[in-house]
């Protein structure tokens, strides 16, 4: 395990920020320290899903990870940023406006390379349908936090189905009250328990 | 010796033997604050939390519509009087309301967002507790007539109110929320930037939670002990196992909820350890809970059956019926998911309910299964 990936993972965000630093000056090419710090976000996802790491923790981590990435944006150019591994519309469904649960989606999501569209909340079923054929985007990651917003991501999969998209987007829906029995009730494909099997979900659909 | 009346005195005494382990069936527990306006005509779920007379008769009515359905031993939480105040106040956060911000009958939802400033640890230091904050934010964040309904339904009222469920022979678990420093200042700073200053500045925030909790611990002891006063929450929404790191939950999250348990408890008020999300990882720490005095609400996330297994007959289990299942399932799943549980656990030390709180769009059906089921063990 290289020194960046190491100080990502143990979180220490002031020595990695300096050895990134170090590395640049050293002529170490961007790519490879971003390319480091994505390993170190998937080693960081694996210790999540050891329960070695907790939510917290993934917070942190993705924190870091923005920093970093701001460090090293103008020193990349558009090849060295390299191909992402694809499109997700993310987005807390209707009536609903809990973020937090979200906006770790989408941090991970983004540090794991997929290309976020982040609706925010209370997004309508017709926004999402509208992100998601404006943007070509296959996977659509629905949070919700309430038992009552159920016919929101109901809604919000049937609006796919009048839209003629349904078979062309992939489902995943999340959030505390979420689990299996909402995904049989609204007919999305899956679920996520937690932000890990959302990156997991994303790149099995999408790879 | 009667204390109240003879329905009210027998549940009372079931609760307090499953507290014990010494009940010799489970306790059918209602739990759903905002389910009684969803099957009451003439009153939207606005009106049920802004006029607290016709709410809590509501809710009553309700209580006594299941019970005729299938017995209820007691309540956990019972009529929501208050809520905009008491969630303002735990979590220093906007509460959107129905009829306010938002429609007549949608849930409460919490707008978090970061309301503590950077230098706010150190003024509630300086002050020793949160009362600059309160005088800053509160008239951003709930307007007065709210604040006052609050304050007087847990204070001038509070006696009338719990003599109304005495009177219809429900004991009530949940007599109010006491609230950690850890959550008030997730809630204040929003989750984001408040992990990220246990990591950063972990010695600061224990400083500013000490403080915090000295007035916490005034308040318990100032409790005026009735009868009817059965236990209190410990409420525990960010601080959960699956969510924090092992360092920061042993620094910030179990020694102020500990601390908090032996409080209640040396006023003679049951501890019940209301516990979000998965508290897998450290069932174990509950054994340091003193023994048979205390009681673990949980919401279906963390495994009752393990909870059996580590603890054993050390704290009473309630919970633990997912809120989803209340929403899409049918009563037979709900029913299945009841006995396969109790077949596991066993009836003994167990409040059988809702996990976490049933969402007011539960099928009614669903929750009289819940009680139903109960009846056979």
């Known amino acids: 395990m290289g020194k960046i990936v190491e100080l990502l993972v143990a979180l220490e965000d002031e020595q990695l920020i300096e050895a990134v630093k170090e590395d640049l000056k050293a002529g170490v090419a961007p790519a490879k320290i971003l390319a480091d710090c994505q390993a170190g976000m998937v080693a960081i996802g694996e210790e999540f899903s050891q329960e070695r790491m907790f939510v917290s923790d993934l917070m942190m981590a993705s924190a870091i990870f923005k920093d970093v990435s701001e460090l090293l944006l103008p020193y990349l150019s558009a090849a060295d940023a390299g191909e992402g591994l694809g499109k997700v519309v993310v987005g807390t469904v209707r009536d609903d406006i809990h973020d937090i649960g979200k906006d770790i989606v989408v941090n991970m999501l983004q540090a794991a390379n997929f290309e976020v569209i982040d609706l925010g909340v209370d997004v309508p079923p017709a926004d999402f349908v509208k992100a998601l054929q404006e943007n070509n985007a296959n996977v659509l990651a629905l949070s919700c936090l309430l038992a009552s917003c159920y016919t929101s991501i109901l809604d919000t999969v049937e609006a796919l189905k009048a839209a003629g998209i349904r078979d062309q987007v992939n489902v995943i829906i999340g959030g505390g009250p979420v689990d299996e029995h909402v995904v049989a009730y609204s007919g999305a494909d899956a679920f996520g328990a937690d932000a890990q099997a959302a990156v997991n979900y994303c790149k099995e659909v999408l790879a | ?377």
């Open chain 2, 1 to 377: 010796m009667m204390m109240y009346n003879e329905t009210y005195d027998q549940r009372y005494q079931k609760v307090q033997e499953a507290i014990a382990f010494k009940n010799k069936y489970v306790v059918s527990t209602y739990m759903g604050q905002s389910v009684p306006p969803t099957y009451t005509d003439g009153i939207t779920l606005a009106e049920y939390m802004e006029d607290h007379d016709r709410g809590l008769q509501c809710f009553l009515d309700f209580m006594d519509r299941l019970n005729s359905e299938a017995p209820i031993d007691c309540i956990n939480f019972a009529y929501p009087g208050g809520h905009q105040g008491a969630l303002t106040l735990a979590w220093l956060s906007k509460i959107n309301m129905p009829g306010k911000e938002l429609p007549e009958d949608a849930v409460w939802q919490v707008d978090e967002r970061k309301r503590l400033e950077d230098g706010d640890y150190d003024l509630i230091i300086e002050a020793g507790g949160l009362g600059p904050i309160y005088d800053r934010l509160l008239p951003q964040l709930i307007d007065q007539e709210s604040l006052n309904r609050f304050f007087k339904f847990y204070g001038e009222d509070f006696d009338a109110v719990m003599m109304k469920y005495v009177e219809a022979g429900y004991p009530v678990l949940n007599s109010g929320i006491v609230c950690p420093p850890f959550e008030t200042l997730c809630g204040g700073r929003s989750v984001n930037v408040f992990f990220m200053d246990c990591y950063k500045q972990i010695g600061k925030v224990k400083e500013t939670q000490d403080v915090m909790m000295s007035g916490l611990l005034e308040q318990i002891k100032a409790i005026d002990k009735k009868d009817y006063l059965i236990g209190r929450w410990i409420g525990h929404w960010r601080g959960a196992s699956n969510m924090i790191n092992q360092k920061i939950w042993d620094t910030l999250v179990w020694p102020y909820s500990k601390k908090l348990a032996f409080a209640l408890l040396d006023q003679g008020v049951t501890p019940i350890m209301h516990l979000d999300s998965s508290w897998d990882r450290d069932l174990e720490r509950f054994k340091e809970l003193p023994y048979q005095k205390c009681i673990l609400n949980t919401d279906g996330m963390t495994d009752l059956r393990k909870a059996r297994k580590v603890l054993g007959d050390h704290v009473a289990l309630m919970g633990d019926v997912p809120s989803q299942m209340l929403t899409v399932s049918s009563p037979a799943e709900i029913k299945d998911y009841v006995r396969r549980l109790l077949d596991d656990i066993g009836p003994q030390g167990v409040f059988i309910t809702a996990g976490c709180d049933a969402p007011s769009c539960s099928k009614y059906e669903n929750l009289v299964a819940i009680h139903e089921v109960a009846q056979e063990f």
